[in-house]
């Protein structure tokens, strides 16, 4: 894995593309606004200052981090992904919708997965062109 994406820059897009971005892989995180992404980084770089607080992270660290997030309206910047998260709005109609659109933008060797809390992997997998590179990936929403 090099290249990650992240769809949806709510409150676990945002805090997926923080683990990512920490752990030092490039992340590029899409939603449907700009002001969307905005607050998602916003929300990254407030988590970033409580782990500095702690003592967990340096000032270089955290900008280094935040470094590696870049964000976006258009699928176009998938095109380089290894992986895709999924951490849309929970509505099977709109996520299905989502994975749709994400495909035609993939490497044939790209994994797909959705962070939803209650829909049929199964069935989101079938909107796709991988069922075999499809999986879920539930992320835990932990205070940080
Ligand atoms: N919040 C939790 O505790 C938690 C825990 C585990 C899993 N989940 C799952 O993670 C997913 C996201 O939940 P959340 O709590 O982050 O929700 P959220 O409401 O905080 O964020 C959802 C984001 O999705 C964006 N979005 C909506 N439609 C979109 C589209 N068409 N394309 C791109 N982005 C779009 C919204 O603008 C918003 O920024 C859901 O499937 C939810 O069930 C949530």
Excluded: W
Aim: charged residues 20%; glycine residues 10%.
């Amino acid at each position: 894995m090099n290249t990650i994406g992240i769809i949806g820059a709510g409150q676990m897009g945002s805090g997926i593309a923080q683990v990512f971005a920490a752990a030092g892989y490039p992340v590029h995180i899409l939603d449907i606004a700009d002001e969307k992404l905005a607050a998602g980084v916003a929300l990254i770089g407030k988590n970033f200052d409580r782990q500095i607080a702690r003592g967990k992270l340096s000032e270089a660290e955290k900008l280094a981090a935040l470094g590696r997030i870049t964000t976006g309206t258009q699928y176009t910047a998938f095109t380089q992904s290894d992986l895709v998260i999924e951490a849309a709005t929970e509505n099977e109609v709109l996520k299905r919708e989502i994975f749709k659109t994400l495909v035609p933008y993939l490497k044939p060797e790209a994994i797909v997965a959705s962070n939803t809390s209650s829909i049929s992997i199964t069935r989101l997998a079938a909107a796709t062109d991988r069922p075999g590179k499809f999986i879920g990936m539930h992320f835990m929403n932990r205070c940080r």
